[in-house]
């Protein structure tokens, strides 16, 4: 069974860091483009990263660009997102989640994505 497993967000300050993992099982990562969305309480999901595999490329929203990192584990079968400066504009559910094998461009549309993990809550406040 395909599947990604998302942990580690909570509680942070503004200013604080967070790191989100998202384990997959059932595949391998490393021929998967990943991407990172999230959606705030009442608004539309938002991409905010994505890794393409192919060409290692990464990018970023500008929301989040300067302090976000997208990153991948392949020995651990796991990608990240480190937040850095965090803002209470970043409080929301995060996924992760992967194109199909076959597309490898990234995208910020979450419809070109076809696996999603579970969602962790990110909260930012004092």
């Known amino acids: 069974q395909l599947q990604l497993v998302e942990s580690g967000g909570g509680l942070a300050q503004p200013g604080g860091s967070l790191r989100l993992s998202c384990a997959a099982s059932?595949?391998?990562?490393?021929?998967?483009?990943i991407g990172w969305f999230r959606q705030a309480s009442g608004k539309a999901l938002e991409g905010i990263s994505c890794?393409?595999?192919?060409?290692?490329?990464?990018y970023y929203a500008d929301a989040v660009k300067g302090r976000s990192t997208i990153s991948r584990d392949n020995a651990k079968n796991t990608m990240y997102l480190q937040m850095d400066s965090l803002k209470s504009d970043d409080t929301a559910v995060y996924y992760c989640a992967t194109r199909p094998p076959y597309e490898y461009y990234c995208s910020a549309y979450g419809s070109e994505y076809d696996l999603w993990g579970q969602g962790t809550q990110v909260t930012v406040s004092s």
């Open positions: 059932g595949f391998t990562l490393a021929s998967y483009t």
């Open positions: 890794g393409d595999f192919r060409t290692g490329r990464t």
